[in-house]
């Protein structure tokens, strides 16, 4: 692990560090949960309040959620298709909060001000885990709609305009959650590594342009990462003619 | 478990252990929560006011309908009261033409009837006086000629 040795000595960056919690003889990332919690926290109690006094004539909070729930059924009806978006919606829209949440919480807040005794607190989604957790999720979750929506009729996809397919459906299987994963992973933890190098070495100004990048970029992870899975479930549930 | 003896140091990027399957469960938990708590109150009462916009649109044009029925009806019976009423005129207008004409007619008859009247009289007259004028000629005549006739 030459390339971490070289991360984790690099100045005060500390890339690959974790926070280890010890529950029985299992360990866990705790950043990544504290981290996790306090944003998810953040978004229910927001969520809670904007849902307090729903009104037909939508003020203030409500209105933003109204938009917010709007996107959400737009994005997964385009993908999954009319006849069964209902069911996948909160999902889908779960995904992509929490994705968007930890996204921007990671670099929105100063978590660096926060001393951990070991790793530092970021955006969840910058670590591997939880990544690789949304996306297998997200392999179940296009099974589990394509075997309960066709049943069997579900391999047929495999088979779909020839049999030659079958090796290169059952290799995307495979590619799907792999590119889910990495792809969010890369992209979050890229960013939060660009800003702190940038940070050490120029402190003033030239940061904030690339902190702005990562804004734009968190949020179009997050859609990219609900759009997709939207597109994974959609494609299961299709009625193939 | 092959992956966590690739990356078995302790920590690394790609450090996975029981953070993986505990996160997929908070992520479970919280699609739950949020259906519960965002998904369904915001659903109904956006979907709640989508069909209230829908019926109150198809209600608006429904009455729409009915009006526009309504104006050309009453398109068509002012149309219907606008020809009725050039009729009448027309009709009255002729009607007046024919009175006046009966009238002019009548007048010119009674006109000519008399004036048909005063010469027959005046020529009535004429003859009469005429007659009487020859007999009392003939009378005088046969004065002169019979007193002649006794003087000698």
Redesign the interface.
């Known amino acids: 692990?030459n390339l971490?040795y070289f991360?984790?000595n690099f100045a005060e960056l500390e890339?690959?560090?974790?926070l280890y919690w010890q529950?029985g003889n299992?360990?866990?990332?705790g950043q990544?949960?504290l981290t996790?919690w306090i944003l998810?926290g953040a978004l229910?109690v927001f969520?809670?309040l904007g849902?307090k006094k729903?009104?037909?004539d939508?003020k203030g909070l409500?209105n933003l959620?109204?938009f917010l729930?709007?996107y959400?059924?737009d994005l997964a009806r385009t993908q999954i298709g009319e006849k069964v978006y209902r069911d996948w919606?909160?999902?889908i829209?779960?995904?992509f909060?929490?994705v968007f949440v930890s996204n921007w919480g990671g670099a929105l807040i100063p978590w660096r001000l926060i001393k951990l005794p070991s790793g530092e607190l970021g955006a969840?989604t910058a670590?591997?885990?939880?990544t690789?957790?949304?996306a297998?999720?997200v392999s179940l979750s296009y099974f589990y709609a394509g075997l309960s929506n066709k049943g069997w009729r579900y391999f047929e996809y495999y088979v779909h305009p020839t049999p030659i397919m079958l090796p290169f459906k059952i290799l995307e299987d495979f590619t799907k959650p792999l590119s889910l994963s990495f792809r969010l992973f890369g992209n979050i933890?890229a960013d939060e590594l660009v800003v702190s190098v940038l940070v050490f070495l120029v402190p003033l100004v030239l940061p904030i342009p690339v902190m702005f990048l990562g804004l734009f970029t968190s949020a179009i992870q997050a859609l990219i990462f609900a759009t997709l899975a939207a597109y994974y479930i959609g494609e299961a549930v299709e009625e193939h003619h | 478990m092959f992956v966590s003896y690739l990356f078995a140091t302790e920590g690394g990027l790609f450090d996975i252990n029981a953070t993986l399957p505990l996160m997929a469960i908070q992520v479970v938990v919280l699609t739950y929560l949020l259906n519960s708590l965002f998904f369904k109150p915001v659903g109904k009462v956006v979907e709640k006011r989508e069909e209230f916009v829908r019926s109150n649109i198809s209600e608006a044009k429904k009455k729409l309908a009915e009006v526009e029925k309504l104006e050309a009806d009453l398109q068509n019976q002012l149309l219907e009261a606008r020809s009725e009423a050039a009729q009448i005129v027309i009709e009255a207008e002729l009607e007046s033409e024919k009175l006046y004409k009966e009238a002019i007619e009548l007048a010119n008859s009674e006109a000519n009837t008399s004036k048909e009247n005063a010469r027959l009289e005046i020529e009535n007259q004429t003859s009469s006086a005429r007659e009487q004028l020859s007999q009392q000629a003939e009378a005088l005549s046969e004065l002169i000629v019979n007193r002649l006739i006794h003087q000698t």
Not at chain 1, 15 to 18: E, L
Not at chain 1, 26 to 29: A, D, Q, V
Not at chain 1, 127 to 130: A, G, K, P, V
């Open positions: 692990m971490n991360f984790t890339v690959g560090q974790h529950i299992i360990s866990i990332h990544v949960f996790s998810l229910l969520i809670s849902t729903m009104e037909n939508p409500q959620l109204e729930w709007d959400i059924r919606m909160p999902f829209g779960t995904l909060l929490f969840p670590d591997i885990n939880t690789i957790a949304l297998l999720l933890l």
